[in-house]
């Protein structure tokens, strides 16, 4: 009877046993919640999670990507447009948009009938739809965007409600073997405390590394260090010959990382190996635009004149970090005083279920017709972000920035995006308020944006949405509205984890580390910075309409241009209603009264009105406008600024 008794007890508890690992096991939508937070879980591979993505992108490889809407849905059902479905299980874990409309969202789970989910899709952004709450979903840059995961257990079709849409994309990731709970809308205390946490978290702008010591990277060490660098010396102020892992690391260097030579280099091996495992000027490493900091993620970036990165990087058997000032010929360059501190931990690697931490710095003019490359490696591992400078090497608008990402993994075709401003959550560049200049959010943003300089840079980090790969992956940009057909210089840092150490890398040569300034620039009407005196009445349509009432004046700023000497170059309209302007640089006349009265419309293009000096006080020129006879109106279209060597 004991033995018996015995026996039902070891079943009872094998049952309990299997029954909470099969509960373990279950993939809920609290788990992929908590990977928006758990920076400590991105050296960890997901083994067969690869990703797929639906999105509006022009199948033709043209440039409507969601213009027309005629590549912006699957098929029509019932009327409505369905945009994606996906084979389970799987997950959602990225919406984005630049044209969200009042329309019906409705996501289909498991081949049910009825949607389990329907929500308008401005409000899968706006904040005002739990658990869709800001800053986790959201919109900025141009771009709306969320990260709320949606998982699915067997399918999920996404249908749109509406008549037309235009640019979208949808990402999920696939969960092989997994019991996954689908969305189920309904939301405990804990799933509640943990969004609350990651929307606190994403909303600091005052990152730290503590926000980011759990699982794996607790218990971490300091490790500081202040040296001076000299023009040609570098210092090692991270030397471990025992297994362990970088929680993250801060590097103050003042002001001396800013400006056009980035000459100051970030070096960093892993284990002995051959190549090293980060190696770029700082200032690309950390973000910066063309001479000033920029990036302020959750993440990476600078706040005050603290350089940070949280990105753990565990270590087998030993790590050196090391800071490299690069000499260079007729350029007074001063010493540098740094100040580091790198937080660890004695915790090493888990060889089968962690990559080790890569970056790849370059800068390319890819050529004509050829897409630029963020990463290309074979082997097994996951993307994490990219940071890229986007310079124009043709004046006038930003068009390269009409390229595509590209991304394809284990040999398929995984991703393509619908614009490069799109890939990094924003949209619609050069428009007010939309991507016109450098703004930070949680894990991307736009670095920079000048039209007169004919550049722009972002980032984007990846974090419940990182791209898993298994034998190999290539990731890249294309220039240009098609065909890679717009000439640039481009920079970028890739970031990864990977089983196998690197096997070349590209050396920051002087003439790389100098930024680029070109000697042409063009303003356009609707970023000018105008500032209209009485009698002056300013419209932006075409162009900047300018109406005269009487006689009067209006100044434009020329910023973002360096100093020196310039050409003025005024594009304009002439016609019937066309007034007459001059242009003044403050109280020194540039050029005689000129009349934009005509019978027929004409287009004047680049008409010489004088030269200036360029410097930080004299950065503007003054348009008089007066009426030549009942003629009120002048249309000023284009100013570019030539210089003069």
């Known amino acids: 009877m004991r033995k018996i008794s015995l026996k039902i007890l070891l079943s009872v508890i094998l049952v309990s046993i299997c029954s909470l690992n099969t509960y373990s096991q279950t993939h809920t939508f609290r788990k992929e919640l908590a990977l928006l937070k758990r920076v400590d879980l991105l050296p960890a591979y997901r083994h067969n999670q690869l990703i797929d993505q639906e999105s509006s992108y022009d199948r033709t490889w043209g440039n409507d990507d969601g213009f027309s809407g005629k590549y912006s849905y699957i098929r ?36 049910e009938k009825t949607p389990r989910l329907k929500i308008r899709f401005t409000d899968l952004f706006s904040g005002k739809v739990y658990p869709f709450v800001k800053p986790v979903c959201g919109n900025e840059i141009g771009g709306y965007y969320c990260y709320i995961p949606i998982p699915f257990k067997k399918s999920l079709k996404v249908v749109f409600e509406g008549e037309k849409i235009m640019f979208h994309q949808i990402q999920a990731r696939k969960l092989p073997g997994m019991d996954v709970e689908s ?3 309904n939301f405990s205390e804990s799933d509640r405390e943990l969004l609350s946490e990651i929307s606190t978290l994403w909303s ?4 730290t590394v503590q926000n980011y010591t759990s699982g794996l990277s607790a218990g971490i060490k300091t490790e500081q260090k202040s040296f001076t660098l000299q023009p040609g010396e570098e210092f090692t ?32 091996k892993w284990d002995d190996e051959k190549v090293e495992s980060i190696h770029a000027p700082v200032a690309d490493f950390f973000g910066y635009a063309y001479g000033k900091p920029a990036m302020r993620s959750i993440l990476m970036g600078r706040y005050g004149t603290t350089n940070y990165c949280y990105l753990p990087m565990p270590y087998d058997r030993a790590a050196s970090m090391r800071l490299i000032y690069r000499e260079r010929k007729s350029v007074q360059q001063n010493p540098v005083q740094v100040n580091v501190k790198v937080y660890y931990n004695n915790t090493k690697r888990s060889l089968k279920d962690e990559g080790k931490f890569y970056s790849v710095w370059k800068r390319e003019k890819p050529d004509m017709g050829k897409f630029y490359t963020f990463l290309k490696t074979a082997g097994k591992g996951h993307y994490v972000g990219t940071v890229h400078l986007a310079q124009g090497l043709r004046p006038g608008m930003t068009l390269f920035f009409e390229g595509d990402d590209s991304t394809r993994i284990d040999g398929k075709a995984r991703m393509h995006g619908t614009g490069s401003e799109d890939y990094y959550n924003g949209g619609w560049y050069a428009l007010l308020d939309r991507w016109d200049r450098g703004i930070s959010m949680p894990v991307h943003g736009s670095l920079d944006y000048s039209l007169p300089m004919n550049r722009t840079g972002a980032y984007r980090f990846f974090l419940s949405d990182k791209l898993s790969f298994e034998k190999e992956i290539y990731h890249g940009m294309e220039h240009g509205e098609s065909g890679n057909n717009f000439p640039v210089d481009y920079t970028s840092v890739a970031f990864f984890y ?40 300013v419209i932006l349509d075409r162009g ?18 360096p100093e020196g000497n310039y050409k003025v170059l005024v594009t ?18 540039l050029s005689e009264w000129i009349s934009t009265k ?21 950065n503007s020129i003054t348009f008089h406008i007066r009426k030549n006879g009942n003629a009120d109106l002048f249309e000023l279209n284009l100013i570019t600024l030539e210089r003069i060597d």
């Open 76 to 111: 029509k059902e019932n009327g409505h447009l369905v945009l994606a479905e996906f084979e389970g299980p799987g997950v959602v874990n990225r919406i984005w948009t630049p044209t969200p409309t009042n329309d019906f969202l409705s996501f289909y789970f498991d081949g």
């Open 183 to 185: 969305w189920t809308g």
């Open 204 to 207: 600091g702008i005052f990152p």
């Open 237 to 268: 102020f991270f030397d471990k010959k025992t297994a362990g892992r970088i929680v993250g690391f801060e590097i103050d260097g003042g002001t001396s990382f800013e400006g056009i030579y980035k000459d100051i280099i970030l070096s960093a």
């Open 498 to 537: 990977a089983s196998q150490p690197l096997k070349e890398k590209m050396e920051p040569t002087a003439e790389l580390r100098e930024v680029y300034l070109p000697s042409a620039h063009v303003y356009f009407p609707q970023l000018m910075q105008v500032t209209p005196e009485r009698g002056i009445g």
């Open 544 to 561: 900047l309409m300018l109406t005269a009432y009487g006689q009067g004046a209006a100044r434009i700023m020329l910023t973002d241009v």
């Open 572 to 589: 304009y309209h002439e016609r019937e209603n066309g007034a007459d302007f001059q242009v003044w640089q403050r109280q020194n006349q």
């Open 598 to 618: 005509a019978g027929q419309e004409k287009y004047k293009e680049k008409v010489h009105v004088g030269d200036i000096q360029l410097t930080q006080q004299t």
